[in-house]
Each structure stands twice: as structure tokens, then as C-alpha cells.
């Protein structure tokens, strides 16, 4: 069930009324666990059983972990065991195919089959949240896990189709206390529905026309503006797509009671790639830092396993976002911008003064540099492959090659 529908709106307008019109406080929780259930089975509820499955196999091996008697080896093994096979569904059925063409692509044959496989809806953003909560019992950073209050954190409809990505640590405390919200959280909520909306549909949407000269390359004879042109339209979609959706969901959790994690703060003003990380998709950003790029070791060992660790991490982020390579390679080309930015700021800057005083023109150049990276990346991300960008790319700033 997509946000920008009228089966969304008239789905969430009818959960609303009942939600508060007829539904006591106290049961709420369960009420939008069930609310969540129906709208997670919309689509294909044979999935509906997936997503319960992984979420009883989260919760039990969470509860366990969080016996007293536990030792440290049995909430190691039971940490190993649940990330297994949360990561393990993913693999399975968004990166099997993937993974299958690669292989005949490589060999020039057809050793294995291609499955026909229907990736589950929002398979990497449950996932992706169930993981965190066995890690952070498994860290201590969560120390109780209720079943309703986890089973709301599981189901909460807002996050299922895009996020942005929760925390058990933040959300749950909220489920017990639902209230109404005010005249002017309605209003705040009301208006960041429709900036959401109008995101998508008029700026986002109406981007898209201009976009096939990446999507595409080969189907008109294009020129160089034409690429261009379709560079920052890319860039303008994805980011109002994104967003808009975030604004959708933040505003719908409002109206519900429940607040969620913001996931944008003006990324294309960044001065660096690790700004832009910070504002772009916060709320993968921070897990990718939290559950990947800290456990391979973050910032604490040498210099180059760093640098090294910010690459790993960031193709994984790319992967994550669909399974091609051109999503793996836009993940490297982060990954590059994160390893330039750290070299820049910790052996050039700290030995050139100069550098590190505020400086408008130094700003200014900074903002256009990463935004110039980051257009360049997308072109990376909305290519069908990597001879679709490669056309592109070249289209763009060398020229169209001629017949």
C-alpha cells in the first residue's frame, strides 16, 4: 500500500477515526498492532507470515538473552544464531537472484537457475530493525523488551514501506502512553502530511518525466544537455521521493500519538560527504555506522583498516538499496567520498590553518564540490546497469558518441 494513494489515505483516515474515536487507551498498542497486520497483508499476505515469524524469533532470542543466569557465551551464540537468520531471510529472497545472475554472468553460463522470487515488502527496513534490537540487547543498551510494546515497534504500519529506521530504545516508552494530540500537533502533523504529498507528487513525479536519458540512454538520440538536464532531475526526484515519504510517515505517526526519527535535514547543503551522510537517510546512516562500520572497528584502528572499513560499510549500504552492482559500485563511490573527506580533514587540514578558518568562498566551493559528488553518484543509482551509466556518464561530460 503505497503513501501517495488514495487506498493509503482512505486506509489511514479510517484507522484514525476508529483509533481515537472508538478504541480506549489502554488497548491502542494491540489496535495498531492489528491496523499494522492489515496493512502489511494487503499486498501479499502470504508475506504477513514472514514478518511475524522473524519478529516472534527477534523477541524470544531478545528475551533470552535477557535471562538472568545468561552467560556471556550462550548471549553471544544467541546474538550469532538471530542475526543469522534475520540476514539470512533477507539474502535469501532479495539477493538470491542477484547472486544467481552474477555467477552465469561470470562463468558465461547458465550454472544456475534464476529464481523467480518476490522480494516480501519492506524486507530491509524490518530486518534492518530487528537486528538492531538484538544487538542492542546483546549490548545492554536494551534492557526490557515487552511483548506488546515490541510487537508495536514490529507492526507500526507509518514505518513499514520506507521508514525511516526506529529504535526500540526511543519508541517503545511511547506505546503506553498514547494521548491525543493537541490542536497544534494536529496541525504540524496535518501540514507535514501534505508537504510529504506535494513532494512526491508535484516535484518528485513531475522529475521523473526528465530522467530517462539515465534510465534509458539508448532509447532517443540524446545530447548533452539532455543528460545533464536528467542528472540534476535525478537529483531532485530522489531526494523529494524520499523525503516525501519520511514526511508522510513522521506526520502519520504524529497523528497517531507516536513519534519517529526525522531522516532529512537539507543534505544537498552539505560541505562534505560525512555532512551529507549526517542529513541524508539519517536513520540507515546511523544503523550502517552503529551495526557495521563500529563493529569492523569504527575510527579506532589504524588509518588504513579505516578508511578501508568506511569502503565496506558504504557498499553494503549500497547493496542494501537493491541488488545490482550498480547500487554496489554507488556504495563504493560514497565510500570513496567518506575516505577523501577523512584524509582531507585529518592530514591536510590540521596542517593548514588556513583551511580551518570559516571562509565563505571556502563554503560556498565546499557545498558545490559535494553536491557535484553526490549528482554524480546518482547517476550510479538510477541506472538499469553499468553500461547504462558508463553512456551516461560519458553523454555527459565528454559528449555523445557518434553512430
Not at 501479499?44 to 535477557?66: C, D, K, N, Q, W
Not at 537493491?322 to 577523512?342: D, K, N, P, S, Y
Request: charged fraction near 10%.
Amino acid at each position: 500500500m503505497i503513501f501517495n494513494t488514495w487506498t493509503f489515505g482512505c486506509f489511514a483516515l479510517i484507522a484514525l477515526v476508529i483509533y481515537w474515536g472508538l478504541i480506549p487507551q489502554r488497548y491502542r498498542p494491540h489496535y495498531l498492532v492489528a491496523v499494522g497486520c492489515i496493512f502489511y497483508a494487503w499486498g501479499v499476505p502470504a508475506y504477513l507470515t514472514l514478518i511475524v515469524s522473524l519478529a516472534v524469533i527477534t523477541f524470544v532470542i531478545g528475551r533470552l538473552m535477557l535471562r538472568d543466569g545468561a552467560s556471556p557465551g550462550r548471549r553471544k551464540l544467541l546474538l550469532t544464531i538471530g542475526v543469522v537468520l534475520i540476514t539470512g531471510v533477507l539474502v535469501f529472497f532479495k539477493y538470491t537472484k542477484f547472486f544467481a545472475t552474477t555467477v552465469n554472468q561470470v562463468a558465461r553460463h547458465d550454472i544456475l537457475p534464476i529464481p523467480q522470487i518476490l522480494v516480501p515488502l519492506a524486507i530491509s527496513f524490518f530486518t534492518f530493525e530487528f537486528v538492531h534490537v538484538l544487538v542492542d540487547v546483546y549490548l545492554g543498551k536494551i534492557v526490557e523488551l515487552d511483548g506488546l510494546d515490541f510487537a508495536t515497534f514490529a507492526m507500526f504500519f507509518p514505518t513499514l514501506v520506507a521508514g525511516p529506521i526506529k529504535r526500540y530504545q526511543s519508541f517503545a516508552p511511547q506505546v503506553r502512553h498514547i494521548e491525543l494530540p493537541s490542536d497544534r500537533e494536529l496541525a504540524l502533523n496535518l501540514y507535514r502530511i501534505v508537504i510529504g504529498l506535494a513532494k512526491k507528487l508535484i516535484l518528485a513525479d513531475s522529475a521523473t518525466v526528465l530522467t530517462g536519458p539515465l534510465t534509458a540512454p539508448g532509447a532517443f538520440p540524446y545530447g548533452r544537455l539532455d543528460f545533464w538536464v536528467a542528472m540534476l532531475a535525478y537529483t531532485v526526484k530522489i531526494y523529494f521521493d524520499f523525503s516525501g515519504y519520511s514526511d508522510i510517515a513522521i506526520g502519520v505517526a504524529g497523528l497517531l500519538g507516536l513519534r519517529i526519527p526525522e531522516n532529512f535535514d537539507r543534505p544537498y547543503w552539505a560541505t562534505n560527504a560525512s555532512v551529507f551522510w549526517r542529513r541524508w537517510h539519517m536513520s540507515l546512516s546511523t544503523w550502517i555506522r552503529d551495526y557495521i562500520f563500529i563493529p569492523l572497528g569504527g575510527s579506532r584502528r589504524p588509518p588504513l583498516i579505516t578508511l578501508l572499513n568506511l569502503l565496506v560499510a558504504m557498499a553494503l549500504a549500497g547493496l542494501w538499496h537493491g541488488a545490482a552492482w550498480t547500487f554496489v559500485i554507488w556504495g563504493i563511490w560514497q565510500g570513496f567520498g567518506l575516505m577523501v573527506h577523512r584524509i582531507w580533514s585529518q592530514f591536510v587540514v590540521v596542517h593548514v590553518r588556513a583551511l580551518a578558518r570559516p571562509n565563505v568562498a571556502v563554503h560556498v566551493l565546499s557545498v558545490a564540490l559535494t553536491f557535484a559528488f553526490v549528482v554524480v553518484g546518482w547517476v550510479l543509482f538510477a541506472a538499469s546497469s553499468w553500461n547504462a551509466a558508463m553512456i551516461a556518464l560519458h553523454s555527459a561530460f565528454i559528449g555523445v558518441a557518434s553512430n
